[in-house]
Structures are given as C-alpha cells and as structure tokens.
C-alpha cells in the first residue's frame, strides 16, 4: 500500500518535473538557423542560370555560378578544361569553388549539372543555403541543351539518350540533396518564379513585399 503510494508519488513527481522543464526547455532552446543563400541544383537546361538570375534580381540579391567562376579562375571554357584536364580535374575544381563559397550570404547560387556528384559536396551544399532542385521531363531538357554545344558530356552519337541516362541516374542524388523540388515542365516562367519566391521568402525568414 505505502509501496503503491510512494509509487504513485514518484510518478506525479516525474509527471511534475516533465510538464514544468520540458515545456521550459522547449521554450528556451534556440530558433533554427534560416537559410543565408538560394543554391539551386539540377540537370542540365533545367533553368538553374536564367531562373537562377531572375530570383536574385527579385530578392536584391547577389547571383553567383559555379561554372562561371570556374571558367573565370581556369581563363578557359568548359569543354577545353575537360577536354585538356578530364572530367575529375573538372569535379575537383568545382568541390574546390563550391567549399570556397561557405561565407557568403544573400546570394542565389546556380550550380552545374553534376555537383552533386561527390559525396562531399551534398552536405556543403545543404550548408550553404536553401537547396532547390529544378527538373523538367526529358523531352523539355534536351530541347534546351541542344541549342548549344557547350556541354562536354552530351558529345556523345545520341545526347538525347546520355542525356535522359545521367539525369535518371543523378535524381536520387539530387532529391537526397534538395529541399525543395519543382518540376517545371508544365510552368510558365512567371509561375516558376512566383512558387520559388514564396519558397525563398519562408525559407529566408525574409518579408513578402507589400502587395
Ligand atoms: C555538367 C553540367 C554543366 C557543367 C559541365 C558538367 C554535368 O553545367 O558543369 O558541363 O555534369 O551535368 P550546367 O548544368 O549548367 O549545364
């Protein structure tokens, strides 16, 4: 009996001592960081440049591109430093460029086709801001990549086929990766940017602009 009751006590003490701290805890534990940078990732021609420009204009902020610095520290195109280097000097450059990028903030980061690629770049990635991967259907991508000749892994006899093989091949690498994902097959651009805006103001923590 006195066992049962001193029970009974021990329970309404724990009971006490959880719904006092826990809550008290919870209160005082610390808001999760927000996200400093867009970074956007995907396949080839899925808009990560031209989207990636047009949501940095929007939200006043800088846009940066990995292929870009790439090119602008190595003074040399894609296609020649694959061609003259191989692709792993190329995937080392881009995780050198990527890990390089860790300070900055209020950027839209636009990143090539295949960052995802080493396992090391996925959690710099998810450090360095909101992850969005843009997709489309394959049909949508190759109609894009194939008006340039700028990407050195679709010379191949049918880039339409290495095309569709490397994006299924990267997709769970690119979901495991993002945040957020679109599909923009069926969006008009000015859709596309309305959904990605509302996703960055959240994300942000930033204000909707006044209607
Ligand atoms: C690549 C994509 C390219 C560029 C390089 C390799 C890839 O960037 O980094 O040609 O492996 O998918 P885009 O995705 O901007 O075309």
Sequence with gaps: ?????????????????????????????????????????????????????ALAASLQFSFTDTDSLITTSL??????????????FFRKTESATLASLSP???????????IILLPENRPLLQNLGFVIF?????????????????????????????MAAITAARLPLYSATAHFTLDTTSLSRTR????????AQRALALTPPNP
């Design 1 to 53: 009996m006195l066992s049962t009751a001193k029970g009974k006590g021990q329970i309404l003490l724990a009971l006490f001592f959880t719904s006092t701290f826990i809550p008290s805890l919870l209160t005082f534990s610390p808001m999760p960081a927000t996200h400093k940078n867009l970074v956007l990732i995907g396949p080839m021609g899925s808009g990560k440049s031209s989207i990636g420009q």
């Design 192 to 199: 596309t940017l309305s959904i990605l805006l509302d996703e």
């Design 75 to 88: 003074q040399s195109p894609i296609t020649q430093i694959f061609a003259e280097h191989g692709e792993p």
């Design 134 to 162: 843009l997709t489309a259907s394959d049909d949508t991508l190759f109609s894009r990549v194939s008006r340039n000749q700028n990407r050195p892994l679709l010379q191949t006899e049918n880039p339409r086929a290495t």
């Design 104 to 114: 900055i903030s209020h950027s839209v980061i636009s990143t090539g086709g295949g």
